[in-house]
């Protein structure tokens, strides 16, 4: 069977070319003699026909058929005076063959060729002809395409086929974006041509492949060309065995290729300098770093503690592993928490890992794998700078940048969400760019890993959705904004090949993000989506404290990220960030200008749409780690151009020099406060010790594993095996360290604010969530300090000792009702720990209850003073205020906490009480509709509600407020029966639409647990 692709090309005949310079042939040939005479009627015919300058090297490769002796003779009858044979001794393969070929070869220009002339050398005058300049340029090797739009080509299918797959190989293996590196019809200027082969390695079929790849990385222009080419029979090449000899060599020319371009040639080209060039040395620094951080990475994230998301991160790894051992019977991954909105494929590896390879700590697996996909992402923001750059210097520099921000550092170790979706979106966005400097035909490698990096980002997190449109919106600016694809708009085989590949990409890449994401897979075209708004905005709300005040995370200012991020990274990123917009500019004509605008969309779009819709945001910055590599990308590109401003040696080392500096500060901190480099602030905003009681600092109990393993090594109560009880607010963390290291340690959950409920022997608590005002009165830690965790001199969590439990009677006594008995108590407490605010508080309760106002007050007034923004103080100050019939002031100090938290139901009804008492039922019932907002759940409010509805003749509004009085009594049929009448005057209700959601997604829970 064969086949015959477009007729275009017609080759001349008696026609000199106007060629000036000299041209060379060289063509292998082995066991060639039945072919020698076509081969020599060929050459002489080309001969005559050229007219220029020729000379024709044919070598023998130790042929054993007497092929060199019949060319000699059949040459002879000629009269040939440019031919020459040179014999080999051997048999060393094709590539061996016209490596000797090309050394005694002494043409401007070198063409190899095969000797069965399946093309013949008159496609030269073709080529000619076609050359915008009618001459061969002598920095632009031309290679003979069988897969040009243009070539006529006749062979068999098989054989076709094959070419096609090696070749698509080839480019999955290699640098190569060629379509067929195989065809042996290759035009090299001379000095190209015998840089190349004499630095040839590979003797075989593949050495086209090791010729090209050079070419590549020496920057070389290599053009494929449309050719003539016939299939011969008798051809030496065997489909089977030499595809996998070729498959073989393939492997071995990238691995020769790596060593030459990473290792041998950086060394010697630190005693060759070469003025103007870049020095090739920081290859060689990039391939030695990136080794170093691929060891000292998992070697130090055994340091690193359990942190607060990893508990539930970890049962969703497993119960996604039971899904899938079970082919989907075990479903609860579908519905756990809210995890199921999130791909699984990190928690799935980590738990499959833990199953099956085990050996170490269940935690400290996840961390070993968590610090090499940290590694895997400050080796792709380095890749990703080369390949905006083009510079090993500017892909070292990122590299070095990403390593030594240690934010990243620390969040590398044990971050388990947004550590591997900024590694698969960087990855994503290196073949992104690739593909568009690649239009219009992106290579097959570049295709295959941007499939692999976009599934892979939808497979961690449902946004990696928004790299599709990225891409599809790059591409379209890009034909529109370069001439060269502006020309080829209206040109349907262009246009139609690109969309075909954006197609096997989006497609490739939405659902193959769903391998490793069940509740997507279960409604691919619907659960995406549903995923990606539940993101967008996030509906837990968390306490988060920022510049000084507690807020909830959907009440932080718009500029919450960026503030985060120009304070929690180092100065050396954002100077060199600074410096890029104008350097850019600057170097506008010599630069893709719009390469790295579509780079910096990538960074800016989703922070400010995270703005616009006003986005739940909270942890600092570490929801937005993904955008940073874009950061340092541009930070180090605009080191490289601050660095070359002037071409003064001594300022280009002088700015290195301070560069070096400023790299050096943040390492230093890093090195000294190890395992808590994610608790950094850059020097400019003060560092640590400004950021204390304003900015949350340990990164979500890091710190309970040094702290638990420091407590079981110095308490002598606990190495005695007698039984100690810790009460803590990080009981998971904490209860896992001590089933390990001391199982007679009992570890008790408590929050802060309750820790006085608790019996317990030892607090350990950490920074976070504490009151900040507790903080900078020194109110925390509590009790008798025993030990702390600092970074940057900043206590980060700490071990005090429950000298007294005073504070525990009173509690006790008081929820018995007797009040005196409780303040005697609370009274002992404070006399012995004057700085505890909840005895203080026990204090002021009891002397209220009591009706002793003026203790009570002077009691109010001690909480005040160790916290004047604790909400629990300003409470009190209110009730006090109430109760001695200031109302005005009663007013003004919960007005107060309601700016403190506004989440604070209780505040709500506290409020409403005084204005009822005032007749002002419209303020009454819009406080006490904030009270039901915020879930409320005490009666009489819901009581006074209903009255404040009836009072303003808000019908439907008492009975929605029936309802839910009903469903606080667990009256569910009531309650529902009442919200069915109400909901029809009040579609637009928003406290009576929550409670309808509610129901509905309780009955939607049913029907599922009945099927």
């Known amino acids: 069977m064969s086949k015959t692709r477009q007729k275009k090309l017609k080759v001349p005949k008696k026609r000199r070319p106007d060629f000036k310079g000299k041209l060379s042939l060289v063509i292998p040939c082995f066991n060639e003699k039945e072919r020698v005479p076509k081969l020599v009627k060929t050459l002489s015919a080309f001969e005559a026909e050229w007219g220029g300058q020729l000379d024709i090297i044919l070598v023998d490769d130790g042929s054993s058929d007497g092929t060199a002796d019949r060319a000699q003779k059949l040459l002879e009858k000629t009269k040939a005076k440019n031919f020459q044979i040179i014999t080999l001794p051997k048999n060393v393969g094709k590539g ?114 090791e010729l090209l790849s050079r070419a590549k990385h020496a920057g070389y222009a290599i053009t494929s060309m449309p050719v003539q080419w016939n299939h011969q029979e008798g051809s030496k090449i065997s489909l089977v065995r030499d595809s996998f000899a070729m498959f073989g060599q393939a492997l071995r020319i990238g691995f020769t290729l790596f060593i030459e371009r990473f290792i041998t040639e950086p060394i010697r080209s630190i005693r060759a300098k070469e003025a103007g060039q870049e020095p090739g040395y920081y290859r060689l620094l990039f391939l030695v770093f990136s080794l170093l951080l691929l060891v000292v990475m998992p070697m130090l994230s055994f340091d ?35 995890l199921y909105y999130y791909g699984g494929l990190f928690d799935y590896t980590a738990a499959w890992a833990n199953k099956h390879i085990g050996g170490v700590d269940e935690y400290e697996m996840r961390h070993l794998l968590n610090s090499l996909v940290g590694f895997l992402l400050m080796l792709f923001t380095g890749l990703l700078a080369k390949e905006m750059s083009g510079s090993w210097r500017v892909g070292f520099w990122a590299l070095l940048f990403m390593a030594i921000s240690p934010r990243i550092f620390g969040h590398s170790m044990n971050n388990p969400k947004d550590i591997p979706f900024a590694a698969t979106y960087v990855f994503s966005l290196l073949y992104m760019m690739r593909f568009v400097k690649e239009l219009p035909r992106p290579g097959a490698r570049t295709v295959l890993l941007l499939i692999i990096g976009i599934a892979a980002s939808i497979n961690v997190r449902v946004g990696g959705i928004l790299l599709i449109a990225y891409l599809g919106f790059f591409v379209g600016l890009r034909f529109l904004l370069r001439s060269e694809l502006r020309n080829r708009l209206l040109h349907f085989p262009t246009v139609g090949r690109v969309a075909a590949v954006l197609a096997i990409i989006v497609v490739g890449g939405y659902f193959g993000g ?41 009440e932080l200012p718009w500029y919450y990220i960026p503030k985060w991020i120009s ?115 850059n020097p400019v905003s003060g560092g640590i010790q400004s950021a204390f009681a304003h900015y949350e600092t340990d990164y979500w109990m890091n710190s309970m594993k040094e702290l638990s393993q420091w407590f079981v090594e110095n308490n002598e109560d606990v190495k005695s095996g007698k039984e100690v009880t810790i009460a803590t607010t990080t009981s998971q963390s904490v209860g896992h360290y001590m089933k390990a290291l001391a199982p007679n340690v009992k570890v008790v959950y408590t929050r802060y604010n309750d820790r006085h409920k608790k019996p317990a022997d030892y607090y350990f608590f950490y920074s976070r969530f504490v009151n900040e005002g507790l903080q900078k009165s020194g109110a925390w830690p509590p009790d008798e300090l025993v030990h702390e965790i600092t970074a940057g001199g900043v206590p980060l969590a700490s071990i005090s000792k429950r000298n007294t439990s005073f504070d525990l009677e009173g509690f006790q006594l008081e929820q018995s009702n007797n009040i005196q008995g409780a303040l005697e108590a609370y009274q002992k407490e404070v006399e012995a720990n004057p700085k505890n605010e909840v005895a203080w508080m026990g204090v002021a309760s009891t002397n209220y209850r009591l009706g002793n106002f003026p203790a009570a007050k002077a009691a109010i007034d001690q909480m005040l003073t160790l916290s004047p923004s604790h909400l629990n103080h300003n409470i009190w100050k209110g009730l006090y205020h109430k109760a001695v019939g200031e109302i005005e002031a009663a007013k003004a100090a919960f007005e107060r906490c309601i700016e403190l938290n506004y989440k604070s139901n209780i505040v709500y009804y506290h409020l409403a009480t005084i204005y009822a008492g005032e007749q002002n039922m419209g303020k009454v019932l819009s406080l006490l509709e904030q009270f039901d907002i915020h879930n409320g759940n005490l009666p009489q409010a819901y009581d006074m509600a209903i009255g404040a509805s009836n009072a303003l003749g808000e019908k439907w509004k008492a009975v929605y407020f029936q309802s839910k009085k009903a469903y606080f009594q667990k009256d569910y049929q009531n309650s529902y029966r009442l919200l069915s009448q109400a909901l029809p005057y009040l579609r637009d209700y928003e406290p009576a639409t929550k409670l309808k959601a509610l129901y509905d997604r309780s009955q939607a829970q049913q029907q599922k647990n009945k099927q």
């Open 96 to 209: 061996g063959a016209l490596k000797a070929g090309v050394a005694a070869a002494s043409g401007d220009f070198i063409l190899t060729l095969d000797a069965d002339m399946a093309t013949q050398p008159q496609e030269l005058l073709n080529w000619l002809d076609s050359l915008p300049s009618k001459e061969f340029s002598t920095e632009e090797i031309l290679i003979g395409s069988r897969e040009h739009k243009d070539s006529q080509v006749q062979g068999t299918f098989v054989r076709r086929l094959a070419g096609l797959v090696f070749n698509f190989i080839i480019q999955i293996l290699t640098n190569l974006n060629l379509r067929d590196t195989q065809c042996g019809f290759k035009l090299y200027p001379q000095a190209i041509g015998k840089e190349l082969f004499s630095n040839l390695k590979v003797k075989g079929w593949a050495h086209d492949v």
């Open 304 to 338: 690193y503690g359990i942190t607060g998301d990893e508990e539930v991160q970890k049962i969703y790894g497993e119960k996604l592993l039971s899904y899938y051992e079970t082919d989907g019977e075990e479903d609860s991954a579908l519905s756990y928490k809210n």
């Open 514 to 554: 769903m391998l490793y994401w069940p509740y997507g897979w279960q409604a691919p075209f619907s659960n995406p989506f549903k995923a990606l708004g539940e993101m967008s905005n996030f509906s837990t709300s968390i306490r988060m404290l920022f510049e000084g005040e507690h807020l909830w995370s959907d």
């Open 567 to 681: 304070i929690a990274s180092p100065i050396f990123v954002l100077l060199g960030a600074l410096a890029f917009p104008f350097l850019l500019i600057k170097n506008s004509k010599k630069t893709d200008v719009w390469l790295w605008l579509f780079l910096l969309y990538t960074m800016i779009f989703p922070v400010v749409y995270a703005i616009a819709k006003q986005s739940s945001l909270y942890d600092g910055m570490r929801h937005f780690l993904f955008v940073y590599p874009v950061l340092v990308v541009v930070a180090a590109k605009g080191w490289d151009w601050l660095s070359t401003l002037l071409p003064a040696r001594a300022y280009q080392l002088g700015t290195q020099g301070v560069l070096a500096v400023m790299i050096a500060i943040p390492l230093l901190w890093m090195v000294r406060n190890h395992p808590y480099q994610a608790s950094y602030f």
